[in-house]
Protein backbone atom coordinates (compact mmCIF):
# COMPACT_ATOMS: atom_id res chain seq x y z
CA UNK A 1 0.00 0.00 0.00
CA UNK A 2 2.76 2.32 1.03
CA UNK A 3 4.88 1.55 -1.93
CA UNK A 4 1.78 2.35 -3.67
CA UNK A 5 1.23 5.46 -2.49
CA UNK A 6 4.87 6.76 -3.21
CA UNK A 7 4.93 5.28 -6.61
CA UNK A 8 1.02 7.81 -7.20
CA UNK A 9 3.40 10.65 -5.71
CA UNK A 10 6.26 10.67 -7.40
CA UNK A 11 3.87 10.45 -11.04
CA UNK A 12 2.19 13.34 -9.44
CA UNK A 13 5.58 15.34 -8.86
CA UNK A 14 6.90 14.08 -12.49
CA UNK A 15 3.73 15.49 -13.68
CA UNK A 16 4.03 19.26 -12.44
CA UNK A 17 7.61 19.67 -12.74
CA UNK A 18 7.12 18.53 -16.41
CA UNK A 19 4.30 21.03 -16.29
CA UNK A 20 6.62 23.65 -15.36
CA UNK A 21 9.17 23.00 -16.85
CA UNK A 22 7.89 22.02 -20.63
CA UNK A 23 6.18 25.73 -21.71
CA UNK A 24 10.08 27.19 -20.76
CA UNK A 25 11.79 24.24 -23.33
CA UNK A 26 9.03 24.68 -25.80
CA UNK A 27 9.69 28.44 -25.78
CA UNK A 28 13.14 28.13 -26.11
CA UNK A 29 13.29 25.48 -29.12
CA UNK A 30 10.85 28.40 -30.52
CA UNK A 31 13.64 30.38 -29.74
CA UNK A 32 16.90 28.72 -31.12
CA UNK A 33 14.40 28.10 -34.29
CA UNK A 34 13.66 31.58 -35.09
CA UNK A 35 17.43 32.74 -35.06
CA UNK A 36 18.60 29.81 -37.42
CA UNK A 37 16.05 31.11 -39.80
CA UNK A 38 16.95 34.92 -38.98
CA UNK A 39 21.05 33.34 -39.97
CA UNK A 40 19.76 32.06 -43.36
CA UNK A 41 17.90 34.86 -44.40
CA UNK A 42 21.18 37.09 -43.72
CA UNK A 43 22.70 34.67 -45.58
CA UNK A 44 20.77 34.52 -48.58
CA UNK A 45 19.83 38.41 -48.75
CA UNK A 46 22.77 40.33 -47.14
CA UNK A 47 20.65 41.74 -45.18
CA UNK A 48 21.02 42.48 -40.94
CA UNK A 49 17.50 41.07 -40.20
CA UNK A 50 15.63 42.34 -36.83
CA UNK A 51 11.92 41.32 -36.09
CA UNK A 52 9.77 43.66 -34.24
CA UNK A 53 6.96 41.29 -33.66
CA UNK A 54 4.12 41.67 -31.23
CA UNK A 55 1.49 38.80 -30.80
CA UNK A 56 -0.87 37.94 -27.96
CA UNK A 57 0.91 35.27 -26.40
CA UNK A 58 0.76 32.94 -22.99
CA UNK A 59 2.87 32.69 -20.33
CA UNK A 60 3.43 29.98 -17.03
CA UNK A 61 2.08 27.74 -15.74
CA UNK A 62 -1.46 28.90 -16.41
CA UNK A 63 -1.32 30.02 -20.13
CA UNK A 64 -1.68 33.61 -19.00
CA UNK A 65 -2.22 36.04 -22.02
CA UNK A 66 -0.22 38.55 -22.70
CA UNK A 67 -0.74 41.58 -25.08
CA UNK A 68 2.40 43.16 -26.64
CA UNK A 69 2.90 46.82 -28.17
CA UNK A 70 5.51 49.01 -28.65
CA UNK A 71 7.29 50.16 -25.72
CA UNK A 72 10.18 52.12 -24.33
CA UNK A 73 12.23 48.59 -23.77
CA UNK A 74 11.58 47.82 -27.95
CA UNK A 75 13.06 51.23 -28.91
CA UNK A 76 15.84 50.37 -26.64
CA UNK A 77 16.01 46.91 -28.05
CA UNK A 78 15.93 47.92 -31.96
CA UNK A 79 18.33 50.78 -31.26
CA UNK A 80 21.09 48.74 -30.33
CA UNK A 81 20.84 46.25 -32.95
CA UNK A 82 20.38 49.94 -35.48
CA UNK A 83 23.65 50.90 -33.94
CA UNK A 84 25.50 47.13 -33.87
CA UNK A 85 24.91 47.26 -37.39
CA UNK A 86 27.81 48.25 -40.14
CA UNK A 87 27.16 51.26 -41.68
CA UNK A 88 27.28 49.17 -45.43
CA UNK A 89 24.89 46.66 -44.23
CA UNK A 90 21.30 46.73 -45.22
CA UNK A 91 18.68 46.39 -42.63
CA UNK A 92 15.58 44.76 -42.68
CA UNK A 93 13.08 45.22 -40.29
CA UNK A 94 10.82 42.88 -39.97
CA UNK A 95 7.40 44.42 -38.37
CA UNK A 96 3.97 42.89 -36.77
CA UNK A 97 2.50 45.06 -34.46
CA UNK A 98 -0.29 47.05 -33.54
CA UNK A 99 1.24 50.19 -32.69
CA UNK A 100 2.17 51.60 -29.31
CA UNK A 101 3.58 54.50 -27.39
CA UNK A 102 4.87 57.39 -29.91
CA UNK A 103 8.11 58.13 -28.19
CA UNK A 104 9.14 54.94 -28.39
CA UNK A 105 7.88 54.18 -32.26
CA UNK A 106 9.19 57.49 -33.07
CA UNK A 107 12.81 57.12 -31.77
CA UNK A 108 13.04 53.85 -33.69
CA UNK A 109 11.73 55.22 -37.24
CA UNK A 110 14.25 58.34 -36.84
CA UNK A 111 17.08 55.72 -35.67
CA UNK A 112 16.39 53.46 -38.72
CA UNK A 113 16.15 56.89 -40.94
CA UNK A 114 19.70 57.61 -40.02
CA UNK A 115 21.28 54.31 -40.98
CA UNK A 116 23.41 54.97 -43.63
CA UNK A 117 22.55 51.58 -45.90
CA UNK A 118 19.39 50.37 -47.57
CA UNK A 119 16.61 49.92 -44.85
CA UNK A 120 13.94 47.76 -45.85
CA UNK A 121 10.80 47.16 -43.68
CA UNK A 122 9.09 44.15 -43.58
CA UNK A 123 5.05 44.02 -43.13
CA UNK A 124 4.06 40.57 -43.23
CA UNK A 125 0.05 40.83 -42.02
CA UNK A 126 -0.31 44.37 -40.63
CA UNK A 127 2.18 47.03 -39.08
CA UNK A 128 -0.60 49.67 -37.52
CA UNK A 129 -0.04 53.04 -35.99
CA UNK A 130 3.48 53.28 -34.42
CA UNK A 131 4.24 50.40 -36.76
CA UNK A 132 3.50 53.05 -40.14
CA UNK A 133 5.32 55.69 -38.76
CA UNK A 134 8.89 53.26 -38.12
CA UNK A 135 7.47 51.53 -41.93
CA UNK A 136 7.59 55.31 -43.08
CA UNK A 137 11.24 55.96 -42.35
CA UNK A 138 12.44 52.72 -44.96
CA UNK A 139 13.39 53.12 -48.14
CA UNK A 140 11.05 49.96 -49.23
CA UNK A 141 8.13 48.90 -47.74
CA UNK A 142 7.52 45.36 -48.54
CA UNK A 143 3.71 44.21 -47.66
CA UNK A 144 1.97 40.55 -48.26
CA UNK A 145 -0.65 41.64 -50.86
CA UNK A 146 -3.32 41.43 -47.77
CA UNK A 147 -1.33 43.25 -45.49
CA UNK A 148 -1.92 46.42 -43.93
CA UNK A 149 -0.73 50.02 -42.98
CA UNK A 150 -3.18 52.20 -40.26
CA UNK A 151 -4.04 55.80 -40.01
CA UNK A 152 -1.30 57.94 -37.67
CA UNK A 153 -4.22 60.54 -35.50
CA UNK A 154 -2.39 61.21 -32.35
CA UNK A 155 -4.69 59.22 -29.41
CA UNK A 156 -5.15 61.54 -26.42
CA UNK A 157 -5.82 60.13 -22.67
CA UNK A 158 -8.86 62.13 -21.40
CA UNK A 159 -11.16 61.96 -18.68
CA UNK A 160 -13.60 59.81 -20.78
CA UNK A 161 -10.99 57.35 -21.91
CA UNK A 162 -8.42 57.74 -24.71
CA UNK A 163 -10.04 60.48 -27.80
CA UNK A 164 -8.02 60.69 -31.41
CA UNK A 165 -6.72 64.19 -31.61
CA UNK A 166 -8.19 65.21 -34.45
CA UNK A 167 -12.17 64.69 -33.25
CA UNK A 168 -10.74 66.67 -29.87
CA UNK A 169 -10.17 69.45 -32.26
CA UNK A 170 -13.34 69.65 -34.14
CA UNK A 171 -15.28 69.68 -31.27
CA UNK A 172 -13.64 72.67 -29.80
CA UNK A 173 -14.10 74.67 -32.78
CA UNK A 174 -17.78 73.49 -33.42
CA UNK A 175 -18.33 74.44 -29.89
CA UNK A 176 -17.04 77.78 -29.69
CA UNK A 177 -16.81 80.10 -27.29
CA UNK A 178 -19.63 77.40 -25.32
CA UNK A 179 -16.75 74.86 -24.79
CA UNK A 180 -15.51 74.20 -21.75
CA UNK A 181 -11.56 75.08 -20.18
CA UNK A 182 -11.08 71.54 -20.53
CA UNK A 183 -12.12 70.80 -23.94
CA UNK A 184 -9.72 73.82 -24.88
CA UNK A 185 -7.29 72.70 -23.16
CA UNK A 186 -7.14 68.95 -24.81
CA UNK A 187 -7.73 70.83 -28.10
CA UNK A 188 -4.58 72.63 -27.93
CA UNK A 189 -2.91 69.74 -26.85
CA UNK A 190 -4.57 68.03 -29.78
CA UNK A 191 -3.31 70.38 -31.67
CA UNK A 192 0.52 70.35 -30.85
CA UNK A 193 0.44 66.18 -30.68
CA UNK A 194 -0.78 66.82 -34.64
CA UNK A 195 1.55 69.12 -35.46
CA UNK A 196 4.50 67.62 -34.39
CA UNK A 197 2.96 63.70 -35.66
CA UNK A 198 3.24 65.60 -39.15
CA UNK A 199 6.64 67.25 -39.08
CA UNK A 200 7.58 63.79 -37.79
CA UNK A 201 6.47 62.28 -40.77
CA UNK A 202 7.09 64.73 -43.25
CA UNK A 203 11.05 64.31 -42.33
CA UNK A 204 10.40 60.59 -42.43
CA UNK A 205 9.50 60.97 -46.49
CA UNK A 206 10.91 64.12 -47.92
CA UNK A 207 13.60 62.11 -49.54
CA UNK A 208 11.12 59.88 -50.95
CA UNK A 209 8.55 62.16 -52.42
CA UNK A 210 8.72 65.97 -52.88
CA UNK A 211 7.89 68.34 -49.99
CA UNK A 212 4.20 69.06 -50.95
CA UNK A 213 3.42 65.68 -51.59
CA UNK A 214 4.72 64.50 -48.32
CA UNK A 215 2.71 67.13 -46.43
CA UNK A 216 -0.29 65.86 -48.08
CA UNK A 217 0.28 62.38 -46.83
CA UNK A 218 1.15 63.46 -43.76
CA UNK A 219 -2.26 64.81 -43.38
CA UNK A 220 -4.09 62.30 -44.92
CA UNK A 221 -2.63 59.74 -42.24
CA UNK A 222 -3.37 61.72 -39.24
CA UNK A 223 -6.30 64.71 -39.65
CA UNK A 224 -8.60 62.05 -39.07
CA UNK A 225 -9.58 60.79 -42.76
CA UNK A 226 -9.76 57.32 -41.28
CA UNK A 227 -10.83 55.40 -37.89
CA UNK A 228 -7.60 54.78 -36.39
CA UNK A 229 -7.94 51.15 -36.54
CA UNK A 230 -8.81 51.76 -40.59
CA UNK A 231 -6.66 49.15 -42.43
CA UNK A 232 -4.56 50.75 -45.44
CA UNK A 233 -4.20 48.18 -48.25
CA UNK A 234 -1.33 48.26 -50.30
CA UNK A 235 -3.38 50.37 -53.15
CA UNK A 236 -4.10 52.74 -50.82
CA UNK A 237 -0.65 53.09 -49.40
CA UNK A 238 0.80 53.33 -53.40
CA UNK A 239 -1.50 56.26 -54.64
CA UNK A 240 -0.41 57.86 -51.16
CA UNK A 241 2.95 57.31 -52.90
CA UNK A 242 4.52 55.17 -50.56
CA UNK A 243 7.41 53.07 -51.48
CA UNK A 244 5.58 50.04 -51.42
CA UNK A 245 5.78 46.31 -53.25
CA UNK A 246 5.02 42.80 -52.37
CA UNK A 247 8.05 41.41 -52.63
CA UNK A 248 8.31 39.48 -49.38
CA UNK A 249 11.27 36.51 -49.11
CA UNK A 250 8.96 33.47 -48.51
CA UNK A 251 11.29 32.96 -45.45
CA UNK A 252 9.27 35.43 -43.49
CA UNK A 253 6.52 33.37 -43.76
CA UNK A 254 8.00 30.58 -41.98
CA UNK A 255 9.44 32.84 -39.56
CA UNK A 256 6.06 34.05 -38.86
CA UNK A 257 5.14 30.34 -37.74
CA UNK A 258 7.71 30.16 -35.27
CA UNK A 259 5.93 33.00 -33.25
CA UNK A 260 2.64 31.25 -32.29
CA UNK A 261 -0.49 32.85 -30.81
CA UNK A 262 -1.70 32.13 -27.52
CA UNK A 263 -4.45 29.37 -27.51
CA UNK A 264 -7.73 30.75 -27.62
CA UNK A 265 -11.25 29.28 -26.19
CA UNK A 266 -13.20 29.65 -29.49
CA UNK A 267 -12.84 27.80 -32.94
CA UNK A 268 -9.79 28.23 -34.98
CA UNK A 269 -8.58 28.41 -38.56
CA UNK A 270 -9.16 25.24 -40.32
CA UNK A 271 -9.39 24.09 -43.68
CA UNK A 272 -8.55 21.25 -46.34
CA UNK A 273 -5.71 20.34 -47.77
CA UNK A 274 -4.22 20.92 -44.22
CA UNK A 275 -0.63 23.32 -44.49
CA UNK A 276 2.32 21.37 -44.22
CA UNK A 277 4.21 21.27 -40.80
CA UNK A 278 6.28 24.25 -39.90
CA UNK A 279 10.50 22.67 -40.53
CA UNK A 280 11.47 23.14 -37.31
CA UNK A 281 8.93 20.42 -36.01
CA UNK A 282 10.55 17.83 -39.00
CA UNK A 283 13.77 18.37 -36.34
CA UNK A 284 14.79 21.48 -37.36
CA UNK A 285 15.76 20.84 -40.95
CA UNK A 286 14.56 23.23 -43.97
CA UNK A 287 12.47 21.55 -46.66
CA UNK A 288 13.68 20.72 -49.31
Known amino acids: MFQSIDIVSLLFWLLLLYALIHPYMQMHGLRNARLRLLRDIERKYGWRVVTLIHRQEKVGFFGIPIYRYIDIEDSEAV??????????TPIALILHTPGGLVLAASQIARALKKHPSKKIVIVPHYAMSGGTLIALAADEIRMDPSAVLGPLDPQLQTPQGVLPAPSLIKVAREKGEKASDTTLVLADVAEKALREIQDLIV??????MEEE???EAAKKLTEGHYTH????????????GLPVST???PEVYALMELYPQAI???PGVEYLPRPP?????RGGG???
Open 79 to 88: LRAIRSTPPD
Open 203 to 208: ELLRDK
Open 213 to 215: KAR
Open 229 to 240: DYPITVEEAKEM
Open 247 to 249: DIP
Open 264 to 266: QQR
Open 277 to 281: IPYYH
Open 286 to 288: REK
